[in-house]
């Protein structure tokens, strides 16, 4: 059961430099999203989708772009990395959108902008 | 704006202690998750309660509803229970679906 996968899960950037997190779900989720996490401060949302070839953003989606393809897969881009996108990044997935289904989170990734 | 406030932000335990964290929220809600972040490592849902109680194992989840309240409990704590504990109210509708607190740092000492 691999439940949500997120790679990697280290990375250090230049500033400028572009990559893309990865996470992949195997449960048929309809409902994927990607949070940022920094010290002090809850999680909060970047980008969502509620299923294949729909996405929106979330409350911090600058500098970051997100693409569904496939039910499975939900990538997140950082285009030209900034120091201020240093955190520790997490995919999350659930059944509906409507939150009464549990959320299932990956390992998280510790992204570092030099 | 929603807002959620968990209280403590960092609380420490002997082994074998009760622990309460305590969640407040804003706004109302469909339903809401307890999340535990081990040091380093990744987020595990604990719960998700919409109403009432629900138990598993030494933790228990209660919410309230009238009055935006939720509360984890963990009985007869141990030092593996050490971890950050999130309250996540789920508002639902189109912009996403969880809101998070800041967290509860539980410290657990043998």
């Known amino acids: 059961n691999a439940g949500v996968t997120q790679t990697p899960k280290f990375q250090v950037l230049k500033t400028g430099q572009s990559m893309t997190l990865q996470c992949a779900q195997d449960?048929?989720?309809?409902?994927m999203s990607w949070y940022r996490q920094d010290p002090g401060m809850g999680l909060r949302l970047i980008h969502y989708?509620?299923?294949?070839?729909?996405?929106d953003q979330g409350e911090v989606p600058n500098g970051y772009n997100v693409s569904r393809s496939t039910t499975e897969d939900f990538p997140l881009r950082l285009l030209s990395a900034a120091p201020s996108q240093t955190s520790v990044y997490f995919c999350a997935s659930s059944y509906s959108l409507t939150g009464g289904t549990e959320a299932f989170f990956g390992q998280g990734t510790r992204l570092t902008v030099v | 704006k929603n807002e959620v406030e968990q209280s403590p932000q960092n609380l420490t335990a002997q082994e074998g202690e009760f622990i309460t964290i305590n969640c407040s929220y804003s706004?109302?809600?469909?339903?809401l998750h307890w999340l535990q972040q081990h040091p380093g490592g990744g987020i595990v849902s604990l719960f998700m309660l919409s109403s009432g109680k629900k138990k598993h194992g030494r933790l228990i989840a209660t919410i309230n509803i009238q009055e935006k309240h939720s509360s984890l409990h963990i009985t007869a704590s141990h030092p593996r229970d050490s971890a950050v504990y999130i309250c996540?109210?789920?508002?639902?509708?189109?912009?996403?679906?969880?809101?998070f607190g800041k967290g509860t740092k539980l410290s657990v000492k043998p």
């Open positions: 996540a109210p789920s508002y639902g509708g189109s912009q996403g679906n969880l809101i």
């Open positions: 989708s509620v299923g294949a070839g729909i996405t």
């Open positions: 449960m048929n989720h309809e409902y």
């Open positions: 706004v109302g809600i469909s339903a």
